[in-house]
């Protein structure tokens, strides 16, 4: 009787290290950034638009770091999930993905502060739409009446990520 007493104490002591050890290998992505420092995802906190003589610009604001970013030309824009049409005109768009990323807090609470959709009147650019923030994923589309050409980059303090979209020179005659 002793001997399975031993066992069973030995088999639940093997658990209980096993169960600690897993605890602590969990990756650091799923713990909660401590206070002062940037979360582990960074958070999507903004868009903003602007227009130049030769370039029309979009700017994703982040807090935390800019992730990988996607671009894809695609023959028209959906909400991510529902599928959903984005109601902007335009014969030409872009989709910008942004991983990993989130809008929204653990808490559900969101965090992005820019428009949801909005249409421009800039040479280039017609409209902008956040279309997701699903799984790790934030999803904006713009919209063109031109194929756009873009070139997109980073900026530091504050994180952004930038596309520039060429266009004819609207300040000169």
Not at 35 to 64: E, F, Q, S
Request: charged letters at 20%; aromatic letters at 6%; a positive charge.
């Amino acid at each position: 009787m002793n001997h399975l007493r031993r066992r069973r104490a030995a088999a639940l002591a093997t658990g209980v290290l096993l169960t600690a050890a897993l605890a602590l290998a969990a990756p650091a992505s799923t713990a909660a950034a401590p206070a002062g420092r940037a979360p582990a995802t960074p958070l999507v906190v903004g868009a903003r638009w602007a227009g130049h003589c030769t370039y029309d610009r979009i700017v994703i604001d982040l807090k935390g770091y800019v992730p990988d970013a996607e671009i894809t030309r695609v023959p028209a824009l959906h909400q991510d999930g529902s599928g959903a049409p984005v109601p902007l005109a335009g014969k030409h768009f872009l989709q910008i993905r942004l991983h990993p990323a989130a809008a929204h807090l653990r808490s559900g609470e969101g965090t992005y502060r820019g428009p949801k959709l909005v249409r421009t009147n800039l040479p280039a650019l017609k409209g902008l739409a956040m279309t997701g923030d699903f799984e790790g994923y934030v999803t904006f589309g713009a919209a063109f009446d031109s194929r756009p050409s873009y070139k997109a980059f980073t900026l530091r303090s504050p994180d952004r990520f930038v596309i520039d979209i060429a266009h004819r020179n609207v300040c000169c005659g």
